[in-house]
């Protein structure tokens, strides 16, 4: 008995006492697990993750996580803000949200992403999920409500029609803000009935613990974030140098000349740095670094400027110099979309029945939303009925028409674009010109 309140009171002090919502959650996992893990495929494949999640390099990962995280709490326990109850909500903290943070470093290199996973640390999404945590329903409430809420968070996910996609979200909207609205007011009672007994420092060291913690990973994922690049290039100037004698003058070389910059490192890991690997010494390694970077540098002031175009020209009738639109809205966009489709049709080609697919499009769900369109995508397709011949073309906001197509089976590819759709087939239509890829029928394709 003494024993079990010694228990009870190390867990109060720690901060291990779990309330109902935390309860259900976990009532809700043990049935999950045992149900998942009752299938023998779902075992193997498990311990096939855990394998790959342990491997050297993932392990000394998680080992230098791991001791980032301990690093804070001995800081924090220096200067004096460190409360013994904050342990639970660190463990928690560390084994999910972190775990998900720090396994984004991968992600680092995009534009902005410093900016966003700050914000994202400490915004008022934050916020409003330390105080809806405050104050738990009663248990079988809580058992009732989590996979009610778990259905509306997956459902707009999985759902494979745009229609039901969008009413879906839709409906997780409305319900996640009616259960935000209701935890608010649960908790604003719960705090105002517990006013004069509350501990308001430790309430506020708790609602910014995770906004500490997250913010200290970040440092953390942007430097595995450079380290990781750094790698990934160092082995491509080993590729290309493809010597046996070593190459630590090229790799210091871009280092001086990359400096902690992920963007540049990134690229320089996707290429463009043969001068760099056939560099004799660190300096000329830096001079050719430096002209990478300076290139780098150009095609960021020239994609800055073709944005800023597109702005600018937005709802334009001019043309510039060479005769082209300078509304260029949906261009690219409309171009990925039509080459991807193009793909897509030469790989389904040979299927039964051999040739091009009349309603590949309904395959898709006409999703072309990793392209940068939306839904609808607002591209139309024709197939010959014989299946031989077959073209697509999309409107873009200026009213410029792309279109691509096949007169005979694959990689035949056709190009057009301009101020209106193709009448015929390719190889037909004048207006696709006298054989494939001419690209004056196709000026602003690869603009």
Known sequence: MVRSMDMTAWLGTYGFELN???WASLIWLGVFAVFVLCKPSVRSSLRACIRSAFTPKLAA???IYLTWIAALV???HWVGIWKAVLTKNTVVWTATAGLASVASFTEAWKPRYFR???LKAVGIVVVLEYLTTLAAFRLWAELVLQPILLLFAVAPIVAREPGERVTWQRA?????LVFLVAMLGHTALTL???RDTMDWGLFALQAIWPMALALWVLVLAIGLAVVASYEQAFHRLDWIRDEDTSAWKPKLGLVLALQWRLKWIHEAAKGGTFHVAHADSVRS???AARAFRGLQISEKKREDAYQADLLRYAGSAELDETGRPRDKREFRETVRALEWLHTCQAGWYRREPVGYKPDLIERFS????AQGLPIPSGISMVVSEDGQRWYAWRRTPSGRCFAIGASQAPPNQWLYDGPTVPRDFPGLGVEWGDAPLVLDKAPNWYD
């Not at 997780?172 to 996640?176: E, K, L, N, Y």
């Not at 006409?366 to 939303?369: A, N, P, R, S």
């Open 20 to 22: 109902n919502r935390e």
């Open 61 to 63: 990962v998680w080992l």
């Open 74 to 76: 001995v800081l924090a």
């Open 116 to 118: 966003r996973a700050v």
């Open 172 to 176: 997780s909207t409305w319900v996640f």
């Open 192 to 194: 105002h009935a517990s």
């Open 285 to 287: 390694a830096f001079q």
């Open 366 to 369: 006409d999703d072309f939303t």
